[in-house]
């Protein structure tokens, strides 16, 4: 048993649990962030590639640079871009027709086209 609490370095006799200055500083109210307003990546690569009108889809590259032409901040997320990606390939929306992974050109699957946004 220690003497002070680790915490803070308290100044109680023996004790087991924190101080009272801890447990105070612990009992503050969780509040939830807000729920962003702007659509999902996967939405926004979606759309970047239903606009393409290229015949062999769009590459990463073009991906990237259209989606920062979007406002979105690609270096910051190439991690939520790729798996994203992954995620839209592994459920049937995007079409892989060169390279592997998250590499080469994707376009959209015929049976789910979606007609794009002028």
């Known amino acids: 048993m220690r ?20 447990q105070a500083k612990k ?20 759309k970047a590639v239903a606009a393409s009108k ?8 073009a991906l990237k640079k259209a989606l920062a032409a979007g406002g979105y ?7 939520r871009v790729k798996t994203a ?7 049937g929306t995007l079409v892989q027709t060169k390279g592997t992974r998250t590499s080469g050109s994707f376009k959209m699957n015929k049976a789910t086209e979606i007609e794009p946004a002028d």
Request: net charge positive.
């Open 3 to 22: 003497s002070t609490c680790q915490r803070c370095g308290g100044k109680g006799s023996i004790i087991n649990t924190p101080c009272a200055e801890v």
């Open 27 to 46: 009992k503050k109210t969780m509040t939830s962030k807000p729920k962003k307003v702007g659509l999902s990546v996967g939405e926004l690569i979606v």
């Open 54 to 61: 290229e015949r062999n889809g769009l590459s990463v590259a």
């Open 73 to 79: 901040d690609v270096d910051k997320n190439k991690a």
């Open 85 to 91: 990606i992954k995620s839209l390939v592994a459920k």
